[in-house]
């Protein structure tokens, strides 16, 4: 993603908090999609090797839901986690799959990817309605089934999203990520157009 390289810290700071004031409050998580070429964003998206591994696992043809690039940051007002920071799974389609690719090292302390294996499998049991409780994801699940997915720079994560999953709230640092998900054709929340978010 060449685009990323020739961002500099400070363009990408001021894009951020001019996001922040727009929307009136401070969030950790900033859309910079706007920042990249979307033939770049497309092309990536319809990589052969990606969307084959998706088809593998779909057993269908996959379709693009949506297609964006985030920024997080620490939200230190918020002394607790919020919104995606909590375990929570996506509820678009019973075929869901999501790619995150880094665009920076993440390590344990600048949001690292966490999933709770073998939450897929069966995606609305065992939970009613409290899915954010951690001592019931270990009850039901063990603690050593949290996987928190760190890597360098172009590390890309396949994710079923059914399955609980969070991005861990920020110590330090940022996160930069490009996000892909894939569907069915039919998906149980309608795709959205433009699908560049």
Not at 15 to 42: M, P, V, W
Request: aromatic share 14%.
């Amino acid at each position: 993603f060449s685009d990323y390289g020739k961002l500099s810290n400070k363009k990408l700071d001021e894009f951020i908090i001019d996001r922040q004031n727009a929307s009136g409050k401070n969030s950790f998580k900033i859309y910079i999609t706007s920042l990249f070429e979307s033939n770049l964003l497309y092309q990536f998206a319809n990589d052969e090797t990606i969307i084959s591994e998706v088809r593998q696992y779909f057993g269908i043809n996959p379709v693009i839901k949506y297609i964006s690039v985030w920024a997080d940051q620490p939200n230190n007002q918020v002394k607790d986690n919020i919104y995606t920071q909590k375990f929570h799974r996506d509820p678009d389609d019973n075929k869901l799959i999501k790619i995150f690719m880094y665009l920076n090292k993440v390590e344990e302390n600048n949001g690292p990817f966490t999933y709770i294996k073998g939450s897929h499998k069966n995606p609305w049991v065992n939970f009613s309605g409290d899915e954010y409780d951690i001592n019931k994801i270990y009850e039901v699940y063990g603690k050593e089934s949290i996987y928190r997915l760190t890597g360098n720079v172009g590390t890309i994560i396949f994710a079923d999203t059914n399955g609980l999953h969070c991005g861990q709230k920020l110590k330090h640092g940022k996160r930069y990520l490009v996000t892909v998900a894939y569907c069915s054709d039919k998906p149980r929340i309608p795709i959205q157009y433009p699908i560049l978010q």
